[in-house]
C-alpha cells in the first residue's frame, strides 16, 4: 500500500501541474453524452447500483480520479476503456461538466431508517469526516461530495478504502476508516445518502 501510495504521488506530482482546472463544460457535455450518461446518468445522477454520482462533484476530486484510474492506480475494469489513454484537456473538460450539474440524491433512494440514521450521524464527528468533506459534505479540491451518494456505492467504496483495496493520492481515506465494522460502515453510507 505505501509503494502504491508513493507511485501515485509521483505521477501526480508529473500529471497536476500541467492541469489548470480550466475545463470547457460545454466540450465536457457532449463528451458526457457520448461516452459517460449510459453508466453514469445523462444528468450526472447515476440510477445504477454500484455506480456513482458524478453530478456537482468537485472538478478537483474528479480530474484526479480520472488521472488515478487512467494510471492504474485506482484500478476500476469498467473505466478502464473510457479512461485509457484520455488526454488532460477532456479529463478537466468533463470534470467541469459533471461539477456544473445540479446534485441530487438517486430517484431510487432508500427510505429512511431512523436507527441507522443515528448510528451513522454519530461516527461523524469522532471520525473528523467533516474536517476534510466539510460539513455540508459537498467536498472541496480533491475531498469528493459525498452527500446524496448512492447508498451501496458508499458502503463498498469505504469497505475497499478500510481493507485497502482501493487508494487514493495519499493514504488519508484509509486512515479515516481504519477499524470500522461492516455494521458501522453499513450506518455511515446511509447516513451520507440520505444528506442533502
Ligand atoms: C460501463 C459503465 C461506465 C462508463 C461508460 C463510465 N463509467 Fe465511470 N465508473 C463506472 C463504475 C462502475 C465506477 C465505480 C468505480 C468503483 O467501483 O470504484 C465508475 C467511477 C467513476 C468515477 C469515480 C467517481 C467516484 O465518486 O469515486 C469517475 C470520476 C468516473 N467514473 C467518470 C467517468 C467519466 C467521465 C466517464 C465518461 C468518459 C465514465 N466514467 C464512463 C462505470 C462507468
Ligand atoms: C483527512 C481528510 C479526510 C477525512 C478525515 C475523511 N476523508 Fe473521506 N476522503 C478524503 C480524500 C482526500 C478522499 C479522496 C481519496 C482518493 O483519492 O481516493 C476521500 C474520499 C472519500 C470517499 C469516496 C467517495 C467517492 O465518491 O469515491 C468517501 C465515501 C469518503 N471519503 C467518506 C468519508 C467518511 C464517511 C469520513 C469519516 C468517517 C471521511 N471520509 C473522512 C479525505 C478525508
Do not use: K
Given at each position: ?17 500541467g492541469?489548470?482546472?480550466g ?6 457535455a ?8 449510459a ?59 459533471f ?7 438517486p430517484q431510487?433512494r ?29 467536498g ?8 446524496g ?8 467504496t ?5 481493507d ?25 453510507a ?7
Amino acid at each position: 500500500m505505501r509503494l502504491r501510495s508513493l507511485v501515485a504521488a509521483a505521477v501526480l506530482a508529473a500529471a497536476l501541474p500541467g492541469t489548470a482546472m480550466g475545463g470547457d463544460p460545454a466540450r465536457g457535455a457532449a463528451l458526457a453524452a457520448e461516452r459517460c450518461a449510459a453508466c453514469h446518468g445523462a444528468d450526472g445522477r447515476s440510477a445504477m447500483p454500484d455506480i456513482p454520482s458524478l453530478a456537482g462533484q468537485q472538478p478537483g476530486f474528479t480530474t484526479l480520479q480520472m488521472i488515478l484510474m487512467r494510471e492504474g492506480i485506482r484500478r476500476v475494469p469498467a473505466m478502464q476503456p473510457f479512461v485509457e489513454g484520455m488526454p488532460d484537456q477532456d479529463i478537466e473538460d468533463l470534470a467541469a461538466w459533471f461539477a456544473s450539474l445540479p446534485p441530487g440524491p438517486p430517484q431510487d433512494r432508500r427510505p429512511r431508517d431512523a436507527a441507522l440514521l443515528a448510528a451513522g450521524e454519530a461516527l461523524i464527528g469522532p471520525r473528523n469526516c467533516a474536517v476534510c468533506h466539510l460539513p455540508s459534505l459537498a467536498g472541496r479540491e480533491q475531498m469528493p461530495r459525498i452527500a446524496g451518494q448512492r447508498e451501496e456505492f458508499l458502503a463498498r467504496t469505504m469497505a475497499e478504502y478500510r481493507d485497502g483495496r482501493r487508494i487514493g493520492a495519499d493514504p488519508q481515506m484509509n486512515g479515516a476508516v481504519a477499524g470500522l465494522s461492516d455494521a458501522e460502515i453499513a450506518a455511515l453510507a446511509h447516513y451520507l445518502a440520505q444528506r442533502d
